[in-house]
């Protein structure tokens, strides 16, 4: 056995300074004859001690280097066995090859187990493990008996221990082990589950009707109502550990532990129906929204996500609680129908702000959603008046109109004044700067505006919708003005035209286009219809919207009507309440305009809760929801990527056939109604 390396010149360090020795010893021969033999006697002596040493212990100190390897590689190996952290060796294959006792006691395994790591952690399956390619290491989180593991799976190249050993030949052999460890995050775990119970989250509470409910009451009994309010909502809010306090006459303010959010959750907030129960003679029933902000980095950015849930809630039609995160929007209740407003004071007050905005520009233009209908054309047409009203000039954005708006377009631009009222969206943007104003109706989500990019080149925003609010909004809109329970946008058009100036008046062909938004929207006045709806209408009609020529522009030819009538009569009821059908999309020139056509008839039909018709059209399947008052088909719609109103609703779905598309509505109703949600 050979040494090398620092051992070998340390043990050969004497020879090297004998070698020394005998140079000094010859170099005496030139000085002192007598000093030169003394030294060469010496010197004679010292090799010989030396090197009789040297060759003597050489043996022994190789022994005692072996056996200090030895002892060596088993303290090493001891070691490793009783590492407290469990440790593994696997092979390529994922088989264990050997355990040491942490590991053999966490998993309740004898020694010598060497069937695969998935039979003992299902989820650590073989392609989470290292392999041939450049993954060294991999880090999995796993579950196994109640505690929580994280295990770092490092591979072990082989090649490299064969170039290093006498026995493997290196050469060709690219084989390896994995290295598990498993370190034990059960504690850690707790701890910031814990952490995260406590953290804190902002409430806010607005009593959606609290001026109409007051007014339903006696008078001496409107205070104990207002207490009676006051009590129930204290007390649930104490009772889940939190605080609340009053912030105005009818809005609340609470501070809850992010864990009672999770207990709302499961409860389905039901403060909302425990206020609706509030009742000493009042003939409407109170309701609350909620917004809740959780997950924000400081106290005041969850204050701002509870600002936003609450606008959302409101924007919804009230009567609902909203959960807002970084990450998302969570929507619970808004099953009842949106109390209407008898008051315009909001109207009005929206009124003198878009006067206000429109003054202060010198461009108005003006858009509603893709594929437009009767009431985003007839309330762009009510912008088109409120402009003309205040000496702007106002353009209409319409890319491709639909045909069943045509005869609306062709009523509208009957005369000179209105030949470039229409535009496209690429000249829009050409016209857009900071001197113009876009006014956004019938829609609140930009990606489904008539052009999206126009919203980039406008700083001016206005948003005047009737549709409830989604998580896709409008941002920084100057002025937004979204009323769920208006029947249509012309409606609140309609309002707002009024108090522009005194004694307004628009033109007969520009009421008929407004009142045609309301007809369609509101189903001929069976749906969504208030007080203040027939209010917008009398007021169309006295400034000479005949009803006469709005029903006959919009009559169907005898293929369309025989379309609706073939979707009506195939139509399936599914669980004896829901009627479900296709509408068929061929040679029809707007079959989703039929479809939702044949979902308003089918509630004609005796037990139909809710009705949904589908259309295969241009590569996307349409589905039209429509109820009367027992099902919030928004709530399904939404569930499917849609959204709309309680009563009327939509969703597009792409990549998908209607037999899937059926298929995926009734697991979606299935799923709402174990859920309670329906």
Known sequence: MKVKGRIRTYMRFSIYLGFLLLAVTLAMYLIDLTAALILTAFTVL?????????????????NELVSFATEYGQIQRKLLRELDIPYALLDEDGRIMWTNIAFETITHQPKGYNKSITTLFPTLTKDRLPNNN????????LEFEGQDYTARLRKISLKEMAEHSD??????????????????????????????????????????????????????????????????????????????????????????????????????????EDIKKVSIGNEMAVTISIGLGVDGLTYAQNYEFARNAIDLALGRGGDQAVIKTPEAVTYYGGKSQQVEKSTRVKARVKAHALREIISAKDVVLVMGHHNPDADAFGSAVGIYCISRMLNKKCHIVLDRPSSDIQPLIDTFRNGPEYEDAIISGESAIEMAGNNAVLVIVDVNKPSITECPELLKFCKTVVVLDHHRAGNEVIENATLSYVEPYASSACEMISEILQYIQDNAKIRPEEADCMYSGITVDTNNFLTK?????????????????????????????????KAKADAVSQAEIYKKVYAISICTADDLPSPTVIGAQAANELLNIRGVRASFVMTDYQGKIYISARSIDEVNVQLIMERMGGGGHMNVAACQMEGVGIAEAIGALKNTIDAMEESGEL
């Open 46 to 62: 010292y090799f010989a001690i030396t090197l009789t040493l040297y060759f003597y212990n050489k043996p022994v100190i190789m």
């Open 134 to 141: 450049e993954v060294e290491e991999a880090v999995c989180e």
């Open 167 to 272: 026995m493997i030949e290196a050469q060709g052999y690219d084989g390896f082990l994995i290295a598990v460890f498993l370190f034990d995050q059960t504690a850690l775990h707790l701890a910031l589950q814990e952490v995260d119970d406590q953290s804190l989250c902002v409430g806010m509470i607005y009593l959606d009707n609290y001026d109409e409910a007051l007014e339903s009451v006696e008078e001496v009994r409107q205070s104990l109502l207002v207490a009676l309010i006051d009590r129930r909502i204290n007390k649930y809010v104490s009772g889940l550990d939190g605080i609340c306090r009053k912030i105005e006459k009818d809005k609340y303010m609470a501070i809850l532990r992010k864990k009672t959010v999770a207990q709302l959750q499961e409860n389905h907030f039901d403060l909302l």
């Open 529 to 561: 219809t208030g007080v203040r709806t027939f209010e917008a209408a009398a007021f169309l009609r006295r400034c000479g919207a005949d009803m006469t020529r709005v029903r006959k522009m919009f009559r169907a030819d005898a293929l369309e009507y």
